[in-house]
């Protein structure tokens, strides 16, 4: 008796130790809808509730320094505290003129100069390592990992390139693929996935993962390889040798690897890990959190940044047709390009790949057929701005001297392509580069890159990004990609975490079938209402029109509708969709509303809630697929209407067809 009264006290005493050394504090959302429940042990995790089902069971997360130190294993408390914040912020050149930032906010603190901060928002949990330390150290790897409950199906977007399983030549691409749904079980555990990705919990819950505030530091990958529920976190190594090379010698190709990730040389804010988790797919479309969760803006005057439409002449292939000169990369060309801008109100034109010189990697070296002074000054005149392309390396090699020369000779923005990294050198440089633009008040637009995730806000400048499989894939991608499908997929993936340089508006335009890759005279899969369309469904406050002046001037009627729509608005609203089928968007500048909608390969029937609109009767002109649309993609009709604010109005939309909804 005497032995067991012994054994039943020992049993309490490593209870209690194992109750003391276990720590836990649960955040809740406002609307109490969401909760986390961090758990500070042996290992520092997270979990995530939904409603008060376990969407993600309880996940590690840590940081491991080059000293040996692990942030999160074995760790030492100091203190907490909790905030509450409910204000409205100012969101220029996106999707709504002000956004309200709503979360309750949980920070631990850590007795090593570590701290972790986490936040409830009510479609999200979020967290992120911040450093006091103010000595220099090297971060060697981050844990960031995702344990899911149950064998859920995600859809993932695999980087193309590199070797499977050799994930360090995978870090090289250019964040451009479709996207394919699986079980978590069944995904490729030799293909690293970039960012965003979505896995469906069942029941109506989505969860998107994605990340913000990355600067300075290497992008999120995330691989199967590690286990059938789990997703896990891969960083690219900080570069140690690298050699110019790549595209037209306008890239820097990394040969040798450092054995750590990122440099840490002072005190900072490391990025946001974001699990967005919406009961309804619209909602998850809808999400603000990557723009809430970067840094504010470094910028005070914002009055010189000028968003707007671009016409483009790459995606064409410089055509013209009806005109007495051989069309290219020449003044004459892009004096027409310029006319063709002003008579139509479209505020740029854009100078892609060709006006420098080739293979030099050097933008103060002007091919002999443009005299680039002359056009920028003819453009003026016409109160049109000049953008010019730049090859990366190109650019960063000579970048103040470049913004400096161009910015005094009256160009207005940078398009800046062929990073295709995001370690933390390539990270820094899309800060770095925003600066200097900012500097010599030029916008940019990042092509060439990874997702957005934050840099937008930091710096409104940056008015666009790719990261996207846009329409310029279908110069030359076979008819098995899926466009379609990919377009009604990225309203709630990529676009979740920003703009999109996507560059829509095709006039040539293939109905199911009918599509085939053609370089110099390409088209886009769908009608042409879905190309009008995608002016509103998808947020680009610096936009292409992909296709050649004569064929817009052919098309007045589509044409006026691209010219019209604005690129930044005051309010946006998702009324319906559902991933990889449809949506269907409301957007309002002044009293003015678009609406916009596309369709999968699949016809439906839409029909859109007009409550949003105020107490009156409204004037409106709707762009649908025609009758034939399911045969002739380009076929479409136009037509006056009347709209109540309590009416609902029912629109057919073809296979891969859309609709465009101009309301005032």
Partial sequence: MKKLKILLFLCVVVCTLTVQAQKQFTLNSPNGKLQTTITVSDKLTYDIRCNGRQILAPSPISMTLDNGEVWGEKAKLSGTSRKKVDQMIPSPFYRASELRDHYNELTLRFKKDWNVEFRAYNDGIAYRFVSRAKKPFNVVDETVDYHFPSDMVASVPYVKTGKDGDYNSQYFNSFENTYTTDPLSKLNKKRLMFLPLVVDAGEGVKVGITESDLENYPGLYLSAAEGEKRLTGCFAPYP????????????????????????????RNFPWRMSIVTTSDKDLAASNLSYLLAAPSRLTDLSWIKPGKVAWDWWNAWNLDGVDFVTGVNNLTYKAYIDFASANGIEYVILDEGWAVNLQADLMQVVKEINLKELVDYAASKNVGIILWAGYYAFERDMENVCRHYADMGVKGFKVDFMDRDDQLMTAFNYRAAAMCAKYKLILDLHGTHKPAGLNRTYPNVLNFEGVNGLEQMKWSPASVDQVKYDVMIPFTRQVSGPMDYTQG????????????????????????????????????????????SNYMREPESTEFIADVPTVWDESIVLDGKMGEYIVT?????NVWYVGGITNWTARDVEVDCSFLGDRTYDATLFKDGANAHRIGR????????????????????????????IK
Avoid: W
């Avoid at 085939?516 to 469904?537: D, H, I, K």
């Fill in 240 to 267: 140690k040798k690298m050699v110019q090379g790549g595209h037209n010698q306008l890239q820097m190709l990394v040969k040798e690897h450092e054995a750590y990730i990122a440099k840490v040389d002072k005190p």
């Fill in 506 to 549: 095709a006039m040539r335009n293939a109905s199911k079938g009918n599509y085939y890759p053609c370089n110099s005279e390409p088209m886009s899969q769908g009608t042409r209402s879905r190309q009008l369309a995608l002016y509103v469904v998808f947020e680009s406050p610096f936009n292409m029109l992909c296709d050649t002046p």
């Fill in 586 to 590: 409301a957007r309002r500048s002044g």
């Fill in 635 to 662: 076929d479409y009709k136009c037509e006056s209407i009347r709209i109540k604010n309590d009416g609902k109005l029912k629109i057919h939309l073809a296979p891969g067809g859309g609709f465009a909804l101009k």
